[in-house]
């Protein structure tokens, strides 16, 4: 009997599991995305884009289309879609394996200031003149521009557009996962005394907290946000353990 697999993703760990899965067991996969970057990479497996409708839709998605697994691959700061996945997994009857790589951890000679949301990192960046990187996501810039004293460097994997009202900012257009070299040149560059980054964790966006310990540069840290109850994993090789258990655990049952 072949197994479903319905994969919540948005982040490259969740593309990454993705293809081990299809290569591993011979599943049916399906990815699906929230939609939100124009241009997504090319997927090892069948994909779609766009919402379910909360817990209650994404439960009648899954009893549906006959999915007997529920992998929650989610960007941590997706606050929304896991505790939608949990319930939405209750719901249809189905297991649930939840992936959430560690948060970073700071280093003796980081020079972090952390806040809870992006409205704090404006704040933090205070009221006289900084020049501040900001690496969030389009959807986040906009309270930046209660800070038009600022000078900000705005890296995004799509345009912004329309672009911020604030005199003083720039914008590359551009998709990781970068060096450290090419961190340090971006900072060294563009004489950089801040960063605004969330806590995502994980190797492919940790080089410019590197540079930025290797520069003295003040990192203004958005805290994660708190994602409830459910026990989670830490890794790729972790999923693929407890999802080869749940099936196991499915054809044990007969199910």
């Keep these: ?18 293809g081990k899965l299809a290569d591993k067991t011979g599943c049916r996969i399906l990815l ?7 241009e997504p990479v090319q997927q090892p497996v069948p994909m779609r884009t766009g919402g379910f409708g909360g817990a209650s839709g994404l439960a009648e998605f899954i009893t549906q289309h006959g999915f007997d697994l529920l992998v929650d691959a989610t960007h941590p700061y997706a606050s929304r879609i896991s505790p939608n996945a949990r319930q939405a997994a209750q719901q249809a009857n189905i297991p649930l394996v939840a ?13 972090w200031e ?16 900084t020049r501040a ?3 969030l996501g389009r959807q986040e810039l906009l309270p930046f521009e209660a800070a ?36 340090l040149s971006l900072l060294s560059e563009n004489r950089i005394t801040h960063i605004v980054s969330k806590n995502s964790g994980g190797a492919a966006a940790y080089a410019k907290i590197q540079a930025a310990r290797e ?3 003040t990192i203004v840290m958005i805290d994660r946000p708190v994602r409830g109850e459910g026990e989670t994993v830490p890794s ?5 353990a407890a999802i080869d258990h749940q099936l196991s655990l499915l054809e044990e049952r007969g199910e």
């Design 1 to 18: 009997m072949t197994r479903s697999i319905l994969i919540l993703g948005g982040t490259a760990d969740a593309r990454i599991l993705a």
């Design 32 to 38: 699906s995305m929230a939609g939100r970057t124009r």
């Design 99 to 111: 992936l959430e790589r560690p948060a970073w951890e700071r280093h003796p000679a980081d020079r």
């Design 114 to 129: 952390s806040v809870a949301d992006v409205e704090g990192a404006v704040v933090a960046l205070g009221y006289h003149c």
């Design 133 to 135: 990187f900001l690496a």
């Design 148 to 183: 038009p004293h600022n000078d900000y460097l705005i890296r995004s994997v799509d345009p912004v557009e329309p672009p911020l009202n604030l005199p003083r900012a720039r914008y590359i257009t551009a998709r990781g996962p970068f060096t450290v070299e090419d961190e």
């Design 215 to 217: 520069l003295g540069i």
């Design 236 to 240: 790729i090789d972790a999923a693929l």
